[in-house]
């Protein structure tokens, strides 16, 4: 029989479809392939980016040259703008405010064929303090309410770049799907006075069913109520509501358990496109009990259906306990 499955934080039901079950070498894919030619991101070409905002020059060099392991620069398209007031007004029934906010570009590292796969420990640890040090600025600006890191890696995932990058949009308001979470989580803490995630990163790591791998710091789970094949989600171990306070000593560990996942992905799925999204708590909330920040990956694999659109209600051919299995044997490249 096929599996409906609610997902703990938001009610979200999924369809596991096991009558369609799909194994990894199912589906259809499109393998990232890196192509030659000038690129704006690479080491040499800084000129044709904007001005950087924050990069890591370990030999102390100047801005805007090379030199420089991890770089950040405002995205030169934005979706939304630094400059001027939200004007907020009422249009009839309607609501609008002005495209404030704030679009950020995060370049991984001057080589142009890296990804978080191939890229040294050390590098993936810089970018994840790099979107610390970016997460803590962008809180002083009391316009902004929500900050989303996100990753779109290969075309079929809607990068436009090939360049190993990430980027990040701050908001001046609070997502839909975030205000979904943080409210599941609320009432599940005003319920049980325990945060919800805490509860599933126990019960995930005493079943081991889905755990993908460990480490002292961080699990890698392939969710219960899993929306697309080969989901996983990134979560401490310890309960930890924003991102940009985390305990700098942690993100090593989140480097280790991000380059194996990676390594597990490509030999499983043979260097797939994916979105990898971070998602932690407002930018003016203070540190909370009931909510734990987390990353989300999720593979290309599958096109969303028109009852998908329509109900809101996903259908994954893949069971995730079939999930973790095949990456949790999956023999990672050194």
């Known amino acids: 029989m096929p599996d409906l499955r609610r997902d703990p934080v938001t009610g979200r039901w999924v369809i596991i479809s096991t009558d369609r079950a799909q194994r990894p070498s199912d589906f259809i894919r499109e393998p990232v392939q890196f192509k030659t030619g000038v690129c704006p991101f690479c080491a040499g070409n800084e000129a044709k980016t904007p001005p950087e905002i924050l990069a890591y020059r370990p030999g102390g060099n100047g801005a805007n ?20 007031e939200l004007d907020r007004q009422a249009d009839g029934i309607f609501d609008r405010m002005n495209g404030v906010g ?41 316009r ?66 889905r ?45 280790r358990a991000i380059k194996s996942l990676f390594q597990r992905l490509d030999a499983v799925l043979d260097h797939p496109a994916y979105n990898l999204v971070l998602h932690s708590a407002p930018l003016q909330d203070q540190p909370t009990e009931h909510y734990h920040w987390h990353i989300e990956i999720i593979p290309t694999l599958k096109k969303i259906t028109g009852f998908e659109w329509g109900t809101g209600v996903h259908m994954n051919p893949t069971a995730p306990e079939d999930a973790a299995k095949f990456l949790r044997e999956a023999e990672p490249n050194a």
């Not at 040259?65 to 001027?84: D, I, Q, S, Y």
């Not at 899993?226 to 700098?248: C, G, M, Q």
């Open 65 to 84: 040259g090379p030199g420089w392991t991890v770089r950040v620069v405002p995205n030169k398209f934005p979706a939304l703008r630094v400059e001027g």
């Open 102 to 142: 704030a679009h950020e570009v995060v370049i991984e590292g001057p080589e142009h064929m890296h990804t978080l796969a191939t890229m040294p420990e050390k590098r993936i640890e810089d970018v994840l303090y790099a979107v610390r040090d970016r997460l803590v600025d962008l809180k002083r600006d009391m």
């Open 144 to 209: 902004l309410k929500y900050a989303l890191v996100f990753k779109n890696h290969g075309a079929a995932a809607g990068s436009t770049q090939e360049h190993p990058h990430s980027q990040i949009i701050a908001l001046p308001i609070i997502p839909r799907s975030i205000v979904e979470e943080l409210k599941g989580a609320r009432e599940y803490f005003n319920l049980k006075d325990r945060c919800i995630f805490c509860d599933v990163v126990r019960q995930e790591a005493k079943d081991s069913e």
């Open 211 to 255: 755990v993908v791998m460990q480490n002292d710091t961080f699990l890698v789970i392939a969710p219960y109520a899993s929306r697309f094949p080969l989901e996983t989600w990134i979560l401490p171990r310890k309960h930890d509501s924003t991102y940009e306070l985390s305990p700098a000593v942690n993100f090593g560990d989140l480097a």
